[in-house]
């Protein structure tokens, strides 16, 4: 089954422990992205990745970190999570020129 | 950066017309989407419109697209309960030699009986 997957689904940590959230897609897409979706806000890109080794940033960068060493997974990483940056994170991938992006199932992080 | 807007809430009656707007500012943008997120879901694809057309029809979806105005809507026939939802209005922005999605911020759709 074509899809994006993301672990874990929820996660509750504290303030400054370094964290990993994991996204993976197995139809062979190029473009990979993050969101977070804040209520009042949206949906907002955090970084996308138009291939393996070309990451850029997004709307909201500050706090977060990335790699695509494969083209398979693109995780998020959080090196010194804060409060602020409680929310639902969405990975999504598609193809270089396509037109639908395809979404994960979402992460819901609570950093205390 | 470029921006998508439209109104945060619509609420209907069950069986009326929805309609959802929504205005776009990249004149280069060659699609338009409309994704729909359910409760506790990530977004899923619900219809789009190439930039040369001015409307899509697909059950009880239409699709219109101003291009001169930068203005799209997503009108729902015949509402029902199960379309409660957040719908996202994106375009295909071009920045950095590529179509980069950019989403606006949903407009939630509230269907009471």
């Known amino acids: 089954e074509a899809q994006v997957t993301q672990n874990p689904r929820y996660l509750i940590t504290v303030t400054g422990k370094k964290l990993t959230v994991t996204c993976s897609q197995n139809?062979?897409?190029?473009?990979m992205s993050w969101y977070r979706q804040d209520p009042g806000l949206g949906l907002r890109q955090i970084y996308y990745?138009?291939?393996?080794?070309?990451?850029d940033k997004g709307d909201v960068p500050e706090g977060y970190k990335v790699s695509r060493k494969e083209k398979r997974n693109f995780p998020l990483i959080l090196e010194s999570p804060s409060p602020n940056q409680t929310s639902l994170y969405f990975c999504a991938s598609k193809t270089g020129a396509g037109n639908e992006q395809f979404f994960g199932p979402g992460t819901r992080l609570t950093v205390l | 950066g470029e921006d998508v807007e439209q109104s945060l809430f619509l609420s209907v009656r069950e069986g009326d017309s929805s309609v959802i707007n929504c205005t776009y500012t990249d004149s280069s943008s060659t699609y338009l989407y409309w994704y729909k997120q359910e409760p506790g879901a990530g977004l899923q694809l619900l219809t789009y419109?190439?930039?040369?057309?001015d409307m899509k029809q697909d059950q009880r979806l239409t699709v219109l697209l101003n291009k001169k105005d930068k203005h799209l809507s997503l009108r729902i026939a015949d509402t029902q309960t199960g379309d409660s939802a957040i719908y996202f209005c994106a375009e295909n922005a071009f920045s950095g030699g590529s179509y980069i999605p950019t989403f606006g911020r949903g407009t939630s759709l509230i269907v009471h009986p």
């Open positions: 419109i190439f930039s040369n057309m």
């Open positions: 990745s138009m291939n393996v080794e070309v990451t």
């Open positions: 139809m062979n897409h190029e473009y």
